[in-house]
């Protein structure tokens, strides 16, 4: 695949070209401009009297977003690119991005790392940190045939660290890079390009690409192979539905982790239409298989000993004849009953049955990312995520992961503990709860098994407003699936109760996943086992 990082750079122990920029605080901005001794990566003694010099000429302060240039001789110019209150992986990163805008076009030019700070970040991650601005600083989405814009000339990422530790950390700072780009092309494409097999198709190019095994189901085959609900949600539009199952095998073991992405193409909201203004932008509410197969992307150009699966219904929410009714009821890929309640509830459709294919493939951990639900925004804001799940540890990790790349998530635990007794479970509803009334039991198997729950889901975006409470008050609430590691297959589903709608075709057939280079060669035999 080709590379989709425009900017040239490269890690380098000394300055090149005729234009530094060097990132600053404005804490060590304010006591270059008091005389204070102090050491600026980048900056010679000529340099510091002549910014010192400048200094009360102009409003720059180190503040994030400013940006000071200061000659440093005839032919070379030093921009001083403001860090805001402290240095830290945002704000080095988004310096990093705003300097691909400042440099001149085609004119060659370095940026300096900063060498220590108090914040004591570690000095491969502060590389890391500038290596993803710079890459990512100039992206833009283009559909058309016309040259592109013109770009800063290389660049040069100055650090002292030694080669051995520079480069792994910029060669998987780019990798990442590769994966957000190729993700952000795909949710910035209109849903007339991209239906759900041209989602298919990218995320299986991805696949072939990177060396994993990949398997596509399309059009009635989804239903036959037991994805009801993504059948029933996409089965209005001209442009049937698919689901994608991509898995990297190391030897016997089960997956140690199932990736999940929403990819609803285009959302009308169904015959509980939406209004214009919530229609308008719905292209992107495949953002979560977007981000899953950046992830794919990412991880394939780095590398992974990791047995794991992903799993991407896509589908169209469109009206017509075929279109799913309120008050329908449909049997999930796990045999429980799902009664519609509110067909622009289908995000969480296809989850429970890419979910429910996840748990019976027995992941060990399952994290579904998805534009799932206006909750959030409500609770949140527009731009902090929420996240949910039942492992604390795993919900610590990506928090701080998120923390150190872009902004706080909103993290809430949710318990996936049912009523004592409680054995009927097999209908769960999409309608929202009134306000001030609970929230509906999560989708699990009625028998209220939760033997061995290991890790639990955690929702990049929300998941949804039919949930399991308590969480914090303004909070939305969400349903959250814990792997099992019984040694059994998935425990049965309403032994006790009436029995489910009938399961036909899960799998008349196993699904062989296309050979990869000879990296797999076998049937998918796990894929969809009969009930």
């Known amino acids: 695949m080709t590379q989709r990082i425009l900017l040239s750079i490269e890690v380098s122990q000394r300055p090149q070209g005729r234009v530094h920029v060097i990132p600053i605080t404005d804490a060590g901005f304010d006591a270059l401009r008091k005389g204070v001794p102090v050491e600026v990566t980048g900056l010679d003694a000529n340099g510091v009297q002549r910014v010192r010099a400048l200094a009360e000429l102009t409003r720059f302060a180190g503040q994030a977003g400013a940006h000071l240039p200061v000659m440093l001789g005839a032919d070379r110019l030093a921009v001083l690119v403001g860090l805001g209150r402290e240095t830290t992986r945002r704000s080095l990163r988004e310096a990093a991005a705003a300097a691909t805008g400042i440099v001149p076009a085609g004119v060659p030019w370095s940026f300096f790392v900063p060498a220590w700070t108090p914040s004591a970040i570690p000095a491969e991650e502060m590389l890391a940190a500038a290596a993803e601005g710079l890459a990512l600083g100039p992206y833009t989405f283009r559909t058309t045939a016309r040259p592109a814009p013109a770009l800063a000339g290389p660049c040069h990422l100055v650090s002292e660290l030694r080669t051995d530790r520079a480069q792994p950390a910029f060669t998987r700072a780019l990798a990442l890079a590769e994966g957000v780009i190729l993700a952000r092309d795909l949710v910035n494409r209109p849903a007339e390009d991209l239906g759900p097999d041209e989602l298919a198709d990218a995320a299986a190019d991805v696949a072939r690409a990177r060396g994993f095994a990949v398997a596509v189901l399309r059009g009635d085959e989804v239903e036959r192979r037991g994805f009801r609900l993504v059948h029933r949600v ?120 890419a979910l429910g294919y996840a748990r019976e493939r027995r992941a060990l951990r399952i994290v579904d990312a998805a534009t799932l639900t206006g909750a959030a925004r409500l609770a949140l804001g527009p731009d902090l995520p929420a996240l949910f799940g039942t492992d604390e540890d795993l919900v610590a990790a990506c928090s701080m992961s998120r923390r150190g790349r872009t902004s706080p998530c909103g993290a809430y635990r949710s318990s996936t503990a049912t009523k004592a007794g409680s054995t009927r479970r097999s209908r769960t509803s999409t309608t929202p709860p009134r306000t001030g009334a609970r929230a509906p039991s999560p989708p699990r198997c009625s028998c209220g098994d939760s033997r061995g729950t290991a890790a639990g889901r955690t929702s990049m975006c929300t998941p949804g407003r039919t949930g399991v409470l308590p969480a914090p008050p303004g909070a939305p609430t969400g349903w959250v699936f814990g792997p099992s590691r019984s040694s059994s297959s998935a425990c049965p589903v309403d032994r006790q109760g009436p029995a489910p709608l009938p399961r036909a075709g899960n799998a008349d057939r196993p699904i062989a996943l296309k050979p990869v280079s000879g990296y797999h060669n076998g049937p998918f035999d796990h894929f969809c086992p009969p009930p």
Not at 279 to 299: S, T, W
Not at 303 to 319: K, Q
């Open 234 to 353: 996409g089965r209005a539009s001209h442009r049937p539905p698919t689901v994608t199952v991509i898995e990297h095998r190391v030897g016997p073991a089960d997956p140690s982790l199932a990736l999940i992405g929403k990819g609803v193409v285009f959302d009308t909201g169904g015959l509980d239409i939406k209004t214009g203004g919530n229609m308008a932008l719905m292209r992107k509410d495949m953002g979560g298989a977007g981000a899953v197969i950046g992830a794919l992307d990412a991880i394939g150009r780095i590398g992974t000993s990791l047995p794991f699966i992903a799993v991407i219904p896509a589908a169209e929410n469109a009206i017509g004849p075929l279109a799913m009714r309120p008050g329908d009821v449909i049997c999930a890929y796990d045999g429980q009953t799902v009664e519609i309640g509110n067909t622009d509830a289908e995000g969480r459709l296809l989850l429970a049955d």
